[in-house]
């Protein structure tokens, strides 16, 4: 079976060269899109990330602080 390349290859050369130029408009269209995509997948895993560890940080150590006990007295409105 022959490559896609292959096939790709052997029938823009049969193209004429202003459709040619188009074709590779499209193809580095196509490649721009999915190296955008590429980067918004990895930003927002390091965003992802960064919100754990922020946080984690920010938490760090609350476990061991006491729970205060608040009762309907310490409510300064109700409705």
């Known amino acids: 079976m022959e490559a896609v ?3 790709i290859h052997r029938q823009v050369l049969a193209l004429p060269e202003p459709l040619q130029v188009e074709v590779l408009d499209f193809v580095e269209f196509l490649l721009s ?3 955008s995509e590429t980067l918004e997948e990895t930003q927002t895993i390091e965003n992802r990330d960064w919100s754990k560890l922020s946080l984690a940080m920010a938490m760090r150590g609350m476990e061991d ?7 309907i007295a310490d409510l300064k409105e109700s409705f």
């Open 5 to 7: 390349a292959n096939k």
């Open 33 to 35: 899109r999915l190296e």
């Open 65 to 71: 602080e006491d729970i205060p006990e608040y009762t």
